[in-house]
T-cell receptor, first 116, second 117 residues
């Protein structure tokens, strides 16, 4: 069965430091992969996605992620974290790409705290 | 941008009562909407897929008679938790797909916190 694992439940980084959030997936075919951010009182916001092509994808707010098939990973990175990046981050895999259902399977999330 | 709202944002109810949660796509039409449930420090779990004008499709293990979904228009889906019990307390999130788009065009509402006493 398809699954997504985010090994880090909670991460704290200093403002200005680099960030990497880990995501591993299990999927039988070529996956559709996503990173979402959830802030209190707001809906999940799509940061970036990978469907095919270039394995390094750029997203909003300065985030990027790299798809590594050999490692079944899709780690999220940002070179310099801002205090406003403090939020919960979810990795997700699309369960039925190309079909009508567009289901998403989410990881358990990583809560990012940013120290001044 | 595409905006999805949920109402109410939080609700407290007594055990045995029913609660209705609304999900609206404010500036686009949504043929398909999804309902998720999120427990503290856990992932979003898909409960059901709501299709306008047809019956919802429930995920395995989700009681369709307990979680009633109605998608009567292209901008509104409702989730009714019937005879709610404390174990139904959770954060319920909806999402809507704009048009016939793929998963990247799934827009999420801000969620509804349900507490059943």
């Amino acid at each position: 069965a398809q699954s997504v694992t985010q090994p880090d439940i909670h991460i704290t980084v200093s403002e200005g430091a680099s960030l990497e959030l880990r995501c591993n997936y299990s999927y039988g075919a070529t996956p559709y992969l996503f990173w979402y951010v959830q802030s209190p009182g707001q809906g999940l916001q799509l940061l970036l996605k990978y469907f095919s092509g270039d394995t390094l994808v750029q997203g909003i707010k300065g985030f990027e992620a790299e798809f590594k098939r050999s490692q079944s990973s899709f780690n999220l990175r940002k070179p310099s974290v801002h205090w406003s990046d403090a939020a919960e981050y979810f990795c997700a895999v699309g369960d039925d790409y190309g079909g009508a259902t567009n289901k998403l399977i989410f990881g358990t999330g990583t809560l990012l705290a940013v120290q001044p | 941008g595409a905006v999805v709202s949920q109402h109410p944002s939080w609700v407290i109810c007594k055990s045995g009562t029913s609660v209705k949660i609304e999900c609206r796509s404010l500036d686009f039409q949504a043929t398909t909407m999804f309902w998720y449930r999120q427990f503290p420090k856990q992932s979003l779990m898909l409960m059901a897929t709501s299709n306008e004008g047809s019956k919802a499709t429930y995920e395995q293990g989700v009681e369709k008679d307990k979680f009633l979904i109605n998608h009567a228009s292209l901008t509104l889906s409702t989730l009714t938790v019937t005879s709610a019990h404390p174990e139904d307390s959770s954060f319920y999130i909806c999402s809507a797909i704009r048009g016939q788009g793929r998963a990247d065009t799934q827009y999420f509402g801000p969620g509804t916190r349900l507490t059943v006493l």
